[in-house]
């Protein structure tokens, strides 16, 4: 039995717990993570969805994601999706999730990297992931207009390749401030 902790709309966090599958409280919010990994070409590391996993069975996804369960930060959920996942280790201590997006139960930390994978050594969870491989922003899209990529929205999708290279939300500095 899974449990995640629930917080305030204020994101902090309670005393309370929920079991997984069962309905989020009223006035109170989960926590989920998301990390997308990016290569040095610019290509984002995607997985596909298990046919018997429940939720968007088959579809590809970006490359991690899940709840994160009772006693995780939003770092150590997204390493220990990573982990769980894919089996690969990454350190997030110095990183902050690069935007959240709240949803009607809760928050949803989306973590941008780029860094070296060798996709051959990764260690692919049989009850999550039947497949990984790299894609670009375009082939992403086409799969989204296919059907074969969960139905996030184009924007988020842009979004995610934009922030890979972009850590603040300008595109260049303020020349008043030199």
């Known amino acids: 039995m899974e449990l995640f902790d629930l917080y305030t709309a204020d994101r902090v966090k309670t005393d309370r717990t929920m079991v997984r599958g069962e309905q989020t409280p009223e006035g109170f919010y989960r926590m989920v993570v998301h990390v997308c990994i990016f290569d040095s070409e610019g290509r984002m ?7 018997f996993k429940h939720g968007w069975s088959n579809l590809w996804d970006i490359s991690v994601g899940g709840s994160a369960v009772s006693g995780d930060s939003s770092r150590s959920a997204a390493e220990r999706e990573t982990f769980e996942e894919l089996g690969l ?3 997030l201590k ?8 709240h949803f009607e139960h809760g928050f949803d930390d989306i973590y941008v990297l780029t860094m070296p994978v060798n996709l051959s050594s990764l260690k692919l969870q049989y009850e ?8 670009s922003e375009d082939e992403i899209l086409q799969m989204i207009d296919d ?5 996030y929205g184009k924007s988020l999708i842009k979004l995610l390749f934009f922030r890979r ?4 939300s300008h595109t260049r500095s303020d020349p008043t401030n030199d």
Do not use: K, M, Y
């Open 45 to 51: 590391l995607i997985q596909q969805r298990q046919p």
């Open 89 to 91: 280790v990454i350190d």
């Open 94 to 101: 110095s990183v902050l999730p690069t935007l959240t997006i």
């Open 128 to 135: 999550e992931v039947q497949a990984v491989r790299w894609a």
């Open 147 to 151: 059907g074969l990529f969960i139905p």
């Open 165 to 168: 290279n972009h850590r603040s």
